[in-house]
């Protein structure tokens, strides 16, 4: 059995003070979740904030992007070893909003994907079709083409421990979500693309589905064969609906 994992995406969303309050109603309403792993992605400026507030409790922390570079001359950027220096745990690579708004190649993904592996931390690789592609019976090869970028870069070995998220950019922020059964057919297609490679590191993979999850329905979503959880964005910001949402991936 695989164990069930929530990531909130706070995009650039929070502050200080709203930050602190969002962490303390999260941390107390925890237990209630069950046998779910929580985490949230947050802005870089807030990983101190959220890793003094977060260290003692089981909720875990994580980026929303890194750079591909170890060091250097690189303005701007964030490295994966100073992301672990804040104890982060997990970080999103490949993100829809970076591949399209910042012009994120799957190969730059691919290369993210390994420099947040050779520093230890868990890689949360977003996949997904626009609407234009999915309406053109594109989605399963534009899935397949993302997965094998980083999957032919990086080994399928690297999966392991790693976490891919199904995050279709037509249900993202727009309360369109795919069904349930749309979410597990392309899961599925996932899975099996790893198995096709390793059969031991897809069995135990993580594999989320995002994009408009609430906690009306989280938990068809997560009832599904090959949804092992969510990565939510919105909903991350509220902390009684975030928390319905974890508590829905416990049954
Ligand atoms: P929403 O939950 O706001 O649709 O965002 C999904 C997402 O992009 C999470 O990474």
């Not at 031991?200 to 064969?225: C, D, H, P, R, T």
């Not at 939510?232 to 049954?251: H, K, M, P, T, Y």
Request: aromatic residues 6%; charged residues 15%.
């Amino acid at each position: 059995m695989r164990q069930k994992l929530v990531v909130g995406n706070w995009k650039m969303h929070g502050n200080a003070a709203d930050n602190r309050q969002l962490l303390q109603s999260l941390v107390a309403g925890y237990p209630s979740v069950g046998d779910v792993s929580v985490a949230v992605c947050v802005p870089f400026p807030y990983l101190a904030q959220v890793q003094s507030l977060l260290a003692a409790t089981p909720v875990a922390w994580g980026a929303q992007n890194l750079s591909e570079h170890a060091q250097g001359a690189y303005t701007g950027e964030v490295s994966a070893a100073m992301l672990g220096d804040f104890g982060c745990r997990y970080v999103i690579v490949g993100h829809s909003e970076r591949r399209a708004l910042y012009g994120e190649t799957d190969r730059l993904v691919a290369a993210k994907f390994v420099a947040a592996k050779a520093a230890g931390l868990v890689p949360i690789l977003c996949v997904g079709e626009t609407l234009a592609q999915r309406e053109s019976g594109d989605t399963a090869r534009v899935v397949a083409g993302q997965l094998d970028a980083v999957l032919d870069l990086a080994g399928v070995a690297a999966f392991a421990g790693a976490v891919v998220a199904y995050e279709p950019v037509w249900a993202i922020g727009t309360g369109r979500t795919a069904s349930p059964v749309q979410a597990q057919e392309v899961h599925a297609a996932i899975r099996v693309r790893i198995a096709d490679r390793d059969a031991w590191v897809a069995a135990g993979m993580q594999l989320l589905y995002g994009g408009s999850v609430k906690a009306q329905n989280a938990g068809e979503i997560f009832a599904q064969a090959d949804i092992d959880g969510g990565l939510v964005g919105g909903a991350s910001l509220v902390a009684d609906e975030f928390l319905a949402i974890c508590q829905a991936a416990n049954r």
